[in-house]
């Protein structure tokens, strides 16, 4: 089942910015889960990622200005960023662990991704 983003917007560049992914099923039964983000021309990045445990991991870009949470009663996944700058702007995805997926590491925990959802787009302006 694929997840759904909201949450993106135009956003000035200090503000803060809450992204949600959600599904039917699709939280509470993942090991882990994560929030990417590909720029106009750029190449995919992990930003975060968080266990079932509630591990979390960021990228250093968004390292203490952004938060990864999730509410397993409404199989709800969340991002937020605070401090948004212009360098944020980008497609924001979610993805969860799947084998066979694509390995990535975020934070320096690595691990298999798939199950994409569309994406929600965030523009900064400054």
């Known amino acids: 089942v694929q997840p759904v983003e909201s949450g993106g917007g135009l956003v000035q560049a200090g503000g803060p910015l809450r992204l949600s992914c959600a599904g039917p099923?699709?939280?509470?039964?993942?090991?882990?889960m994560g929030w990417f983000r590909q720029a106009s021309g750029k190449e995919l990045e992990g930003v975060a990622v968080i266990g079932r445990s509630g591990e979390t991991r960021y990228a250093d870009s968004v390292k203490g200005r952004s938060a990864i949470s999730q509410d397993n009663g409404r199989n709800t996944l969340y991002l937020q960023l605070n401090i948004l700058k212009p360098d944020d702007t980008a497609m924001y995805y979610c993805?969860?662990?799947?084998?066979?997926?694509?390995?990535?590491?975020?934070?320096?925990?690595?691990?298999?991704?798939?199950?994409w959802g569309q994406g929600t787009q965030v523009t900064v302006f400054s």
């Open positions: 099923g699709y939280v509470a039964s993942r090991e882990y």
């Open positions: 993805a969860t662990q799947r084998s066979p997926g694509t390995y990535y590491k975020i934070g320096g925990l690595g691990t298999w991704f798939g199950y």
